[in-house]
């Protein structure tokens, strides 16, 4: 005689994920569930709607490292439920973090002597850093304001139209004017005597870009310190200046170590850098050393011990993981100088590949320069059929993620796609790239011209037509161009 079960709804242990209910309901997405599921149901679903992500290798959009050593990702694991912020429970850590402040800060030319240590703090990211940064510019200018018996409710900072957007939240979040320097076709870094000439009384510092976002372009750290040099003799003034080296920091000692752009100026009290960028660590670690103690107004660090002993810090957020600071100060061991240059070079002969390859097509002007962060900034030479958003857009269809962007003020009319090369961008992939985007173009050329070209076109006759009738006439018009190339698609030959 034959004993069966028959299995209760609830009972998944003896399906698969797949054999179970939990892949037939929709997963809830405002409200928290009544009942639980099993771990490998939730894992499967999870990972499987995951999938639908862009692959991170081909994101050439960011700056951010995608791959790191099998041995450090286990480091990394093996401390992921350390916070970072216990530094009686984990002093290791904060040694390991120490070890790295003290290093950057020396790569940076800090002025230090023997065994001096150097004064900095690891963050989540360079947006942190350079809030801190220009938190203790603001304290240090209303302190001398005060001190002067003049006016500090109206400090301002000077930037470029370049910079990234975290400049536009410190001085939103932290009521500082930003006084930026317009940008000009050909010419997409601030310009360091407009710069100077906007400094005044109430400027906090300026800020300089090593490393453009919008085209990896280093700025003139050394004119801009030599001309506010003279501005201050001159006022009486002594403006400072922060060096944002977010992209930078770990691109110019290596393959560019004449370029005096840091510490070795004297009015650069300041530098943050990302480690998750070319820092070569996962998302999440940013750092902000400072030239001198007293560059750091001892009022902004705070002293806790209800964690064990005194402990003191300087950070917008609190508790943190600790991961990114241990996978740092495994990189800086692991590669060591000669490492992290050759990383560096590779990159820049990676981006040459791919740079003489967009040009060997014909179709692009290159707008960012060789030397600076490795990547490719370049437009159309003709954009009048099909412009650089579609370009991008197709480009995706192969797994590459490729921005396009406009230029911000007053180069906006400018529109330029940009490749960022990271460390594991080989020249395989550059060559790659290079056919597949000849593909596109291609691709596109034998389509019709784009939406925006005809619409314009109606506006130059007098004709202007309402959103629904646009509508319906690119609707026809692609039904019919799908029609053709049926029907051409089946002709016999």
Sequence with gaps: MVLSKTALESDVSIHSTFASRYVRTSLPRFEMPENSIPKEAAYQIINDELMLDGNPRLNLASFVTTWME???DKLMMESINKNYVDMDEYPVTTELQNRCVNMIARLFNAPLGDGEAAVGVGTVGSSEAIMLAGLAFKRQWQNKRKAQGLPYDKPNIVTGANVQVCWEKFARYFEVELKEVKLREGYYVMDPEKAVEMVDENTICVAAILGSTLTGEFEDVKLLNDLLVEKNKQTGWDTGIHVDAASGGFIAP?????????????????????GHKYGLVYAGIGWVVWRTKSDLPDEL??????????QPTFTLNFSKGSSQVIAQYYQLIRLGFEGYRNVMDNCRENMMVLRQGLEKTGRFNIVSKENGVPLVAFSLKDSSQHDEFEVAETLRRFGW?????????DAQHVTVLRVVIREDFSRTLAERLVADFEKVLHELDTLPAR??????????NGVKKTEEETTREVT???KKFVDIKKSNKNRIC
Excluded: Q
């Design 254 to 274: 290596f393959l560019y170590p004449e370029l005096e752009w840091d510490f070795r100026l004297p009015l650069v009290k300041s530098i943050n850098v990302s």
């Design 301 to 310: 660090i705070f002293h806790i011990n209800y964690l064990g002993a005194d």
């Design 451 to 460: 939406v925006h070209a005809k619409m314009a076109n109606g506006k130059a």
């Design 401 to 409: 993620i490729v921005p396009a962007y406009t230029m911000p003020a």
């Design 70 to 72: 099998p041995e450090c």
């Design 476 to 478: 026809a018009y692609w």
